[in-house]
């Protein structure tokens, strides 16, 4: 049984650091509207955000991880669309239907994207946490579980199963 | 929690990836299926006879060349047995060099390319390359797309004339050109005819590009990738129980009497 450090209240929690959790996500549209024609640029961006706002506390990493995770398949779909586009485009290929059904799937990815995103960044502002299908686990899970000392794996015995 | 994880990757996983299938079947408006071989030959008939209408592609009456164009087609229908479509060949008379494919398994054929041909082999390479757009449906789903099923299928004589000239035009994309390559290389290979010849009649073509009797011929309408087709011909390495058997025909004979 793995155990996780408590969740703070929004009380515990200063506006400062709510303001900086809400910016993870408030950043991430600033870079997407720059992004468009280099998706990738979207991630740099989250990237940095992580870096400088690590240390404030759990409850902004939780936010800013849950951004950055959520970012990685975005970017990754707009990139893919957009190099479809181009090699389509400069080869003079089709526009199949699976190129239209990738295009639909990815709108569909960036408008969740971003109705969760601004959800996340209101819920943030509040001191409240709010966990995104998979993303939300897996930053909570990176963030708020206990490490053994040192880094180092601990061998602890077991009572016998049932 | 690393289950939970898990299992909520797959549900993301699998909501978009079936978004996207979804999608991709819903957005197939080209979809040649929509028309069956039936209807095609029969709007094919019509297109023919309108485009044969036109003194640009007049019909060209010599047995002999007639002849020699069926025994060419005949060869290379040897390799396809199980085809739906009944090809016909007409030649028309026109100094350019052309041939273009029409629905319904029609293919025609100018004087100018007949001429232009060292060998009736060459002339089976062209004609295999057709006959590869024939079976991959081309030129129905590119009829399909530009126009809507709706208007293809309408027996509207205004309608089937406006369609017969934009036939004369049509070109195809990279992929489609090089799908019917291929297509012919193999068929080539199953009539005995060195599927190589595609190649050497490339190189032909790409010597005489500039000149203006070509301009017309969707063949080479993928120029600048026109490379890429006489790289991907040459690389064509047929089986190893092969042998050739040459086209008996007397082809000097017939150029003379074009």
Redesign the interface.
């Known amino acids: 049984m793995?155990d996780y450090h408590p969740l703070p209240q929004p009380d515990q929690i200063e506006t400062r650091i709510k303001e900086d959790a809400m910016g993870a996500y408030f950043m991430m549209f600033a870079t997407m509207a720059m992004g468009i024609p280099l998706p990738i640029l979207n991630l740099v961006a989250a990237i940095i955000y992580y870096y400088v706002n690590r240390d404030k506390g759990k409850f902004v990493q939780f936010h800013t991880l849950q951004s950055l995770y959520s970012q990685i398949p975005v970017t990754l779909l707009n990139s893919g669309l957009v190099a479809w586009t181009i090699v389509n485009l400069v080869?003079?290929?089709?526009f199949?239907?699976?190129y239209?059904?990738?295009?639909?799937?990815v709108a569909?990815?960036n408008l969740v994207y971003f109705v969760f995103s601004l959800v996340g960044a209101i819920r943030a502002r509040k001191g409240l946490f709010y966990y995104f299908?998979?993303f939300g686990?897996?930053a909570?899970?990176q963030v708020y579980r206990i490490r053994p000392e040192g880094g180092q794996s601990v061998m602890r015995n077991k009572p016998p199963g049932p | 929690?690393?289950k939970?994880?898990l299992r909520?990757?797959l549900?993301?996983l699998g909501v978009?990836g079936l978004?996207?299938?979804?999608?991709?079947?819903?957005?197939?408006p080209e979809d040649p299926q929509l028309l069956s071989i039936q209807k095609e030959e029969v709007l094919g008939e019509a297109y023919v006879d309108l485009i044969l209408l036109n003194p640009l592609f007049r019909e060209y009456e010599n047995s002999m060349v007639d002849s020699a164009v069926g025994v060419i087609g005949e060869r290379l229908l040897e390799g396809l047995p199980d085809t739906e479509y009944s090809y016909h060949f007409e030649v028309f008379d026109s100094e350019m060099i052309n041939a273009f494919t029409v629905p319904g398994g029609n293919i025609l054929i100018s004087t100018g390319l007949i001429g232009f041909c060292d060998t009736p082999e060459e002339l089976a390479a062209v004609i295999a390359h057709e006959m590869g757009h024939v079976e991959e449906r081309h030129v129905i789903s590119r009829l399909i797309k530009e126009l809507g099923i709706e208007i293809l299928s309408s027996g509207d004589p205004y309608v089937i004339g406006e369609i017969s000239s934009l036939l004369t035009s049509t070109s195809f994309?990279?992929?489609?050109e090089e799908e019917a390559d291929s297509f012919a290389a193999e068929l080539l290979e199953a009539t005995s005819i060195e599927p190589r010849t595609l190649a050497s009649f490339f190189r032909k073509l790409e010597k005489e590009m500039d000149n203006e009797l070509l301009n017309q011929f969707a063949f080479i309408s993928?120029h600048p990738?026109f490379y890429s087709r006489i790289r991907d011909a040459l690389l064509y390495v047929p089986g190893d129980e092969f042998t050739t058997r040459s086209i008996d025909l007397n082809w000097e004979e017939i150029r003379a009497g074009l």
């Open positions: 793995m080869k003079d290929l089709d199949t239907g699976f239209w059904g990738y295009l639909v799937m569909a990815a299908l998979f686990k897996l909570y899970y | 929690m690393q939970a994880i909520d990757l549900v993301l978009f978004i996207w299938m979804l999608f991709s079947l819903f957005s197939y994309d990279r992929r489609q993928t990738n």
